[in-house]
């Protein structure tokens, strides 16, 4: 009788599972071709086809037109030729007719535009995902040529939020048709001091640390105001698309966008892979300082200062975590994201 009731017990365990949803994660590429790479890992691994779809709106797709591509799901990844034009492309992937994903290119190019970047993708704990092409996180960019005016403007993006300081701020180019500039500066050291250290050449690899995890530490307490004024902008869903920008897209944008993620309720391990992408998209060759003739130390600085690492992120939540117990506390307590305003973005974002 026993056994009877563990064979039982195995087999409604061994349906539960072969009827729940598999754990499919899907990367978008594109190679100089240009060619777009999709490629997949699922699990567990289910029989059948993937068909593709194209859009250049990530919230609508045409699936009762034949599909652009079609592979068996075993093959793993698909390159897919489409004739390049300044639209955006966006891909819905339909797994064995019934599980659908939708993805886009995590960075888009353009010229004089350093670590611009989609946030759509990101699963959260709910098994929630960021909507594509709806939140943006980018260096500055009134610097754009025409032709990447003109692809920047295909995104359809609304508003940008723009944390540089007074000293550096300035207006994106008006081509852009952007609805809504704010400026929300963040002046947390006097930009004209560092630089003075650095042409003496009196800042060393092991100061530009320090610096940086204090810049993070500042941010998380001195930040609060603007912070807090940013996710009153973020609640209006006419806002959107949102791009977020500062000098290179790095610290104060960096840390708007651990504190957006975690009110998306998205796992840390996950933001903070999102923080160190900076290390892929940004090119700190663009950086408007020649230090050849620099000493070693002094260079290591600035590549230090440029650099996106785990351990200024961690400063910020460790004093984050000591003074509220998590970060939604802190999210609650410091910039008035109460559960319910925390719901209203989830709603606005996820899907």
């Not at 290390?279 to 200062?305: C, G, W």
């Amino acid at each position: 009788m026993l056994n009877h009731l563990k064979y039982l017990f195995l087999f409604i365990t061994l349906s539960a599972c072969s009827t729940s949803e598999p754990e499919i994660d899907i990367v978008c590429e594109i190679d100089n071709t240009p060619d777009y790479i999709l490629k997949w890992d699922i699990s567990p691994i289910i029989d059948g086809n993937v068909k593709i779809y194209s859009s250049t709106d990530p919230q609508h797709f045409d699936i009762e037109k034949d599909a652009i591509a079609e592979c068996p799901i075993s093959d793993g990844n698909i390159r897919i030729r489409i004739n390049q034009d300044i639209a955006r492309k966006y891909f819905l992937l339909r797994f064995d007719d019934q599980y659908d994903r939708i993805v886009g290119t995590r960075s888009q190019k353009f010229n004089n535009v350093q670590n611009f970047r989609d946030l759509g993708g990101y699963k959260n704990y709910d098994k929630k995902r960021v909507k594509w092409g709806m939140l943006y996180r980018s260096g500055k960019i009134d610097t754009l040529d025409n032709e990447s005016i003109w692809r920047m403007r295909n995104l359809k993006i609304k508003t940008l939020i723009d944390f540089r300081d007074p000293q550096t701020f300035t207006l994106p180019p008006a081509n852009l048709k952007l609805e809504n500039i704010i400026h929300m500066p963040i002046s947390l050291y006097p930009l004209d001091v560092l630089d003075e250290k650095i042409n003496n050449h009196e800042f060393k690899r092991g100061d530009a640390c320090v610096f940086m995890q204090d810049l993070f530490i500042g941010l998380a307490k001195k930040a609060t105001t603007t912070y807090k004024s940013m996710f009153n902008q973020l609640l209006v869903p006419e806002n959107y698309p949102v791009v977020l920008t500062c000098n290179y897209g790095k610290d104060y944008t960096g840390f708007a966008i651990v504190l957006i993620l975690s009110a998306l309720n998205i796992p840390e391990e996950t933001i903070i892979d999102d923080y160190l992408l900076t290390n892929q998209y940004l090119d700190k060759r663009s950086i408007n300082m020649n230090l050849t003739d620099f000493p070693i130390d002094t260079q290591e600085a600035v590549t230090a200062l440029m650099t996106a690492d785990e351990r200024y992120l961690n400063c910020a939540f460790k004093r984050i975590k000591r003074k509220y117990g998590s970060i939604q506390n802190y999210l609650e307590q410091e910039l008035n994201m109460t559960p319910e305003k925390q719901k209203k973005l989830q709603e606005i974002l996820l899907q």
